[in-house]
């Protein structure tokens, strides 16, 4: 399969064309035009990109690509560096920001809720593309269980900010991987007993102590690896790609 039709695959799969994103999602960077060995990954930062070249990679398939809104259109300094690596080694990078977030099996946010055993029941806002999830734990659990079951998970300890009833028992959750911790509002709005993310900023603290929702912060980095995986295993299983997954070490 050549790299523009990796790309239309990809694109009929995610449906890139349903949700406003912050960055281009699909072939970012065009290489080679023939694609036997994909190498997947969260960041296509340059360890990554030292990846793909030593395993002789035809193409880079991320999360966390490039050309985000608002940064600096000059291709210099850290961008310059990894552009001309790919560049060299003819090798294609595709990304693919919010489509890969809320795809409701291969997604980030499906994945994160099939690894905890949560129930999707459906979109936080209300519609289809929504980027916040809720559902239900199949058993209801508290703050301090479920904290330690995405410690397990993740294999990262989350941050636990429990609300003033510290004994609150939880069965409705929400969750939003990544930069989601603002979503915070709209699930205790509706009612939730917690909310996951990634990333915690810090009116978080407050925001679940008062509207008393147990809040986890458990990691951009650790809640959005598993939707590229996931990804790049069904390009393997159905289009017989030789893939590989490769985590680079991210505590944030």
Same mark, same amino acid.
């Given at each position: 399969?050549?790299?523009?039709?990796?790309?239309?695959? #990809?694109?009929?799969? #995610?449906?890139?064309?349903?949700?406003?994103?912050?960055?281009?999602?699909?072939l970012q960077?065009?290489?080679?035009?023939?694609?036997?060995?994909?190498?997947?990954?969260?960041?296509?930062?340059?360890?990554?990109?030292?990846?793909?070249?030593?395993?002789?990679?035809?193409?880079? #398939?991320?999360? &966390?690509?490039?050309?985000?809104?608002?940064?600096?259109?000059?291709?210099?300094?850290?961008?310059?560096?990894?552009?001309?690596?790919?560049?060299?080694?003819?090798?294609?990078?595709?990304?693919?920001?919010?489509? #890969?977030?809320? &795809?409701?099996?291969?997604g980030n946010?499906?994945?994160?809720?099939?690894?905890?055993?949560?129930?999707?029941?459906?979109?936080?806002?209300?519609?289809?593309?929504?980027?916040?999830?809720?559902?239900?734990?199949?058993?209801?659990?508290?703050?301090?269980?479920?904290?330690?079951?995405?410690?397990?998970?993740?294999?990262?300890?989350?941050? &636990?900010?429990?609300?003033?009833?510290?004994?609150?028992?939880?069965?409705?959750?929400?969750?939003?991987?990544?930069?989601?911790?603002?979503?915070?509002?709209?699930?205790?709005?509706?009612?939730?007993?917690?909310?996951?993310?990634?990333?915690?900023?810090?009116?978080?603290?407050?925001?679940?102590?008062?509207?008393?929702?147990?809040?986890?912060?458990?990691? &951009?980095?650790?809640?959005?690896?598993?939707?590229?995986?996931?990804?790049?295993?069904?390009?393997?299983?159905?289009?017989?790609?030789?893939?590989?997954?490769?985590d680079i070490?991210?505590?944030?």
């Amino acid at each position: 399969m050549n790299n523009f039709q990796l790309e239309a695959l #990809l694109n009929e799969t #995610l449906s890139p064309q349903l949700i406003k994103d912050y960055c281009p999602n699909g072939l970012q960077v065009e290489g080679k035009s023939e694609i036997k060995k994909i190498i997947t990954g969260v960041t296509a930062s340059k360890a990554l990109i030292e990846k793909a070249v030593e395993h002789q990679a035809d193409a880079l #398939l991320v999360h &966390h690509g490039y050309f985000w809104k608002g940064e600096s259109e000059s291709i210099r300094g850290m961008k310059g560096d990894r552009l001309r690596t790919l560049i060299k080694h003819d090798i294609n990078l595709l990304a693919y920001h919010l489509p #890969l977030d809320i &795809h409701p099996q291969l997604g980030n946010n499906a994945q994160l809720a099939q690894l905890l055993e949560i129930e999707v029941e459906g979109g936080l806002e209300g519609h289809p593309q929504s980027v916040a999830m809720y559902g239900s734990l199949r058993h209801t659990s508290s703050g301090e269980a479920l904290a330690a079951k995405i410690a397990q998970v993740l294999h990262r300890p989350p941050l &636990h900010i429990a609300p003033e009833q510290q004994d609150k028992p939880i069965k409705n959750i929400a969750w939003c991987t990544g930069g989601g911790q603002d979503y915070i509002m709209l699930a205790a709005e509706q009612g939730m007993d917690a909310f996951i993310s990634g990333e915690v900023s810090e009116r978080t603290t407050y925001i679940a102590r008062e509207l008393n929702i147990h809040y986890f912060a458990a990691g &951009h980095h650790a809640t959005e690896r598993y939707g590229v995986k996931a990804l790049g295993e069904w390009l393997a299983k159905n289009h017989g790609f030789e893939v590989e997954f490769i985590d680079i070490d991210n505590p944030v």
